[in-house]
């Protein structure tokens, strides 16, 4: 029942790792404060590594987080406000009596489609 147990856990833990390979945040461009502690931090012997370990882990860790939870989301917002003006406001196709009729629908469709890419570029590396 033991092996049991450690071979569910075996699967979740590589079920995450195989799930973030295509997350977003893997990607180096979207992890701005990691690459400035990489770029500030640099340690070349193995002991001087272990000895930083117990301060530059839980400092990584709170960047990685910080990048995840505030820093990629808020970079994310003019791409995908870009994306929304493009596809719906830009360019306006049809006659000025057209535009007008589909004016309310546009304005229905601006936030979903805005939060649907905001959530999708915040999740995949979509360029």
């Known amino acids: 029942m033991k092996f049991l147990k450690n071979k569910q856990c075996f699967c979740v833990l590589f079920l995450i790792f195989y799930m973030t390979q295509g997350c977003a945040i893997v990607d180096k461009e979207n992890r701005r404060t ?3 502690l990489d770029d500030a931090i640099q340690i070349e012997s193995t002991a001087g590594k272990i ?4 301060i ?3 400092v990584g860790t709170v960047a990685g987080l910080l990048d995840m939870v505030v820093i990629h989301p808020v970079f994310s917002v003019p791409k995908a406000a ?5 596809l719906i406001w830009r360019d306006p196709k049809g006659s000025d009596f057209r535009q007008i009729l589909i004016f309310v629908p546009k304005l229905i469709i601006t936030p979903i489609y805005f939060s649907g890419d905001w959530v999708l570029r915040i999740l995949f590396p979509i360029d």
């Open 34 to 36: 990691l690459n400035l």
């Open 51 to 54: 000895c930083a370990a117990p």
């Open 56 to 58: 530059f882990v839980p």
């Open 82 to 86: 870009d994306d929304t003006l493009d």
